[in-house]
């Protein structure tokens, strides 16, 4: 007979290192009644490591609306639903946060099982200011729509966390360095806890160079962190404000009507924005 009550519990799985899986998520999955999987394939291979057996369910972006409904009714009826990830805490750029909104609002046990998070394993090391941060998961696949959304945090104070692709890696390193300046510190964590985890931590230029050097760099999982803008005299701020601005109104107005307009909105000197790149006439 199972010691745990009825209830969602959101179980976090290792993201690399099979030792990372706690005793108490183990004793979770092995009581679950049913265990609901972004991958079920992928979590029934994890689980075979430990000798677990349990009935698993796929629960992912496209089916969750669909499936909440079955598997509350199920805590509902006194079962022990698990719900985990392909890797890592789930909920954190993974799916979950229907399921676990649906069963607050209904009323039902959600209780949490603490354990890997790529996001919070990469913060611990990098070297960059943990007390206040920013996760912002990945970033958008198209340039355009990457490029916009760095502009709009580059005046963010707070050390910044991104998920990144084998595949965009370099790309969004370069977009970075362009968003904040090629001086402002950063982290690459790859493949965190194992056999190739590396951590590097450098300007965002040295970085850039690192990656585009190395295809072995640019291969695996990574974690971006980005130190925060720094916390100055008003004049700096509204300069950087302007300069995220000016960056929006590029893509849709000329480089000097983008300047001018952007100095209109923030206050920023125009001289400073026109100076900045292409910003000129």
Known sequence: MSNFTAGLYVVATPIGNLDDLTVRARQVLQAADVVAAENPTHTRALLAQYGIKATLTPLHQ?????????????????????????????????????????????????????????AIAALSVAGLASDRFAFEGFLPAKSKARRERLASLASESRTLIFYESTHRIVESLEDMAAAFGPSRRACVARELTKLFETVSTA???????????????????????????????????????????????????????????????????????????????
């Open 62 to 118: 496209h089916n969750e609306e669909q499936q909440s409904a079955p598997l509350l009714a199920r805590v509902a009826a006194g079962e022990i639903v698990a719900l985990v990830s392909d890797a890592g805490t789930p909920l954190m750029s993974d799916p979950g946060y229907r399921l676990v909104r649906a069963a607050k609002e209904a009323g039902l046990s959600v209780i949490p099982v603490p354990g890997a998070c790529a």
């Open 203 to 281: 300007p965002l230029e040295a970085l850039v160079a690192l990656t585009r050097a190395d295809a072995n760099a640019q291969r695996g999982e990574f974690v971006v962190l980005v130190e925060g803008a720094a916390d100055d005299d008003g004049s700096a701020a509204q300069l950087r404000e302007g300069l995220r601005v000016q960056a929006l109104l590029k893509a849709h107005l000329p480089p000097s009507a983008a300047a001018k307009l952007a100095a209109e909105i923030t206050g920023a000197p125009r001289k400073a924005l026109y100076g900045n790149g292409d910003g000129g006439n």
